[in-house]
């Protein structure tokens, strides 16, 4: 079955640091995959997504992420951490090309430390 | 972007007894709700897409008679949990999409605790 990995639950950087958050897919053919962010008591809103276009996807927020087919992975970064960075962010896949059924990573806890 | 609220944000029922949480679109037509579960620590697990008029089409695993999907208009879902249990405690989440958009608008969440 189709899954996303991200590893480390927790990640932490300091305020003006590049932000790091790594997401790899396991489908032997690339799906459509995408970038969402969480802060408290919200819903999650779409950062960025990947349909099989460009591979380096710029997104809100200062966020990119780039498409790596032969490393089946597509991590996001921000080049300097803000404070309102502060959030929970998931990667998802959708295997099925705009069918919309989405496969979600465990998510990234990200703290900003001042 | 598009808003959907889901309502309760957070509800403890008895054991046996069903809750229902409402998911709208507050903003636009979802002709598309989905329905997702997440378990502390973990992913958000889709359980259910439902189009507008239209039966929900449940995901592997998922008891269709135990959590029933009901999406009579363009604006509101409602997701009921029948006869809980302990282990339907989680925290379950919306989403919308409209006709004319593939993005999904997601709500806020609901915490169920079953006791």
């Known amino acids: 079955a189709q899954s996303v990995t991200q590893l480390g639950s927790h990640v932490s950087v300091s305020e003006g640091a590049l932000v790091l958050l790594r997401c790899n897919y396991s489908?032997?053919?690339?799906?459509?995959l995408f970038w969402y962010v969480q802060y408290p008591n919200q819903g999650l809103q779409l950062l960025l997504k990947?349909?099989?276009?460009?591979?380096l996807v710029k997104g809100i927020n200062g966020f990119e992420a780039e498409f790596k087919k032969s490393e089946t992975s597509f991590h996001l970064t921000k080049p300097s951490a803000h404070m309102s960075d502060a959030a929970e962010y998931f990667c998802?896949?959708?295997?099925?090309?705009?069918?919309?059924?989405?496969?979600f990573g465990k998510g990234n806890q990200v703290v900003v430390i001042p | 972007g598009a808003v959907v609220s889901q309502h309760p944000s957070w509800v403890i029922c008895k054991s046996g007894t069903s809750v229902k949480i409402e998911c709208r679109s507050l903003?636009?037509?979802?002709?598309?709700m989905f329905w997702y579960r997440q378990f502390p620590k973990q992913s958000l697990m889709l359980m259910a897409t439902?189009?507008?008029?239209?039966?929900?089409?449940?995901e592997q695993g998922v008891e269709k008679d135990k959590f029933l999907i009901n999406h009579a208009s363009l604006t509101l879902s409602t997701l009921t949990v029948t006869s809980a249990h302990p282990e339907d405690s989680s925290f379950y989440i919306c989403?919308?999409?409209?006709?004319?958009?593939?993005?999904?608008?997601f709500g806020p969440g609901t915490r169920l605790t079953v006791t």
């Open positions: 903003d636009f037509q979802a002709t598309t």
């Open positions: 990947y349909t099989s276009a460009a591979t």
């Open positions: 439902s189009n507008e008029g239209s039966k929900a089409t449940y």
């Open positions: 989403s919308g999409s409209g006709k004319t958009s593939y993005e999904q608008y």
């Open positions: 998802a896949s959708d295997p099925y090309y705009g069918n919309n059924r989405l496969a």
């Open positions: 489908s032997s053919v690339p799906p459509y």
